[in-house]
């Protein structure tokens, strides 16, 4: 369910049950015409639906190179029991575009992340003002994942003001917050990790780039309360 270059559409109060027959399809995706080239969506919301899913390639609930995005108050559950094998499996997915919401959700099972905002090289100009706040997520890969992109011949997709704060996280298998460059040339500017609750997981937040960038500015990460530690590399 969702649509394609859509403006001002509002999903609310539906159950998607992709877990049942094991169906290999994403939630509900808000995503650009003409193969993710074309003009993306705009003040779209995905509000109180349940999403339900199984372990293996989907995103569960998806907006692609949107502009104000709201995802609210959605109970996701990816089914995932055992993280042996890994699948490209995420909860709420936020690639590229502008001033996306993450908030009220929750988010539990999902193989690789519960809640991201990611680049995708060739195809978005990274993320630039994503809120992801107030969500309780559990038992996913990672918790949170904040993440730039690059390809050769293509501008540098870079993650800018993003604020992750007040989210409970708990039960992650591999990091509660994930902020990660791939490669050297991205740039991460005014990012804040803060007052998030973090239990469980290898490591609680992992702030992780290139020793020869210095295009970082103002990444910050504080104030949160977790049993784990906080690595940077």
């Not at 969702?2 to 027959?21: C, M």
Request: proline share 3%.
């Amino acid at each position: 369910l969702g649509s394609i270059g859509g403006t001002d559409i509002v999903i609310e109060d539906l159950a998607i049950d992709l877990a049942t027959h094991g169906t290999l399809a994403n939630g509900i995706a808000f995503i650009p015409g003409s193969a993710y080239t074309g003009t993306g969506p705009e003040r779209c919301a995905v509000r109180r639906c349940h999403v339900s899913g199984r372990p293996q390639h989907q995103y569960l609930i998806w907006s692609f190179n949107g502009r104000d995005v709201k995802i609210v108050d959605n109970y996701v559950d990816g089914g995932c029991d055992d993280f042996a094998t890994f699948e490209d499996q995420n909860g709420i997915e936020i690639v590229g575009g502008s001033g996306a919401m993450v908030t009220g959700n929750s988010v539990r099972r999902c193989a690789n992340f519960g809640v991201g905002a990611v680049a995708l090289s060739g195809y978005v100009s990274g993320v630039d003002g994503a809120i992801i706040t107030g969500n309780s997520i559990d038992a996913c890969g990672v918790g949170v994942s904040l993440g730039t992109a690059t390809a050769s011949g293509m501008p540098p997709q870079d993650l800018r003001n993003v604020l992750v704060a007040g989210n409970l996280i708990r039960g992650s298998n591999r990091y509660g917050v994930d902020v990660w460059c791939p490669t050297a040339g991205v740039r991460m500017v005014n990012v804040l990790v803060a007052d998030n609750v973090i239990e469980g997981g290898k490591v609680a937040v992992y702030l992780r780039g290139f020793g020869s960038d210095t295009g970082h500015r103002n990444v910050v990460v504080s104030g949160n309360i977790c049993d784990g530690q906080t690595t940077t590399s």
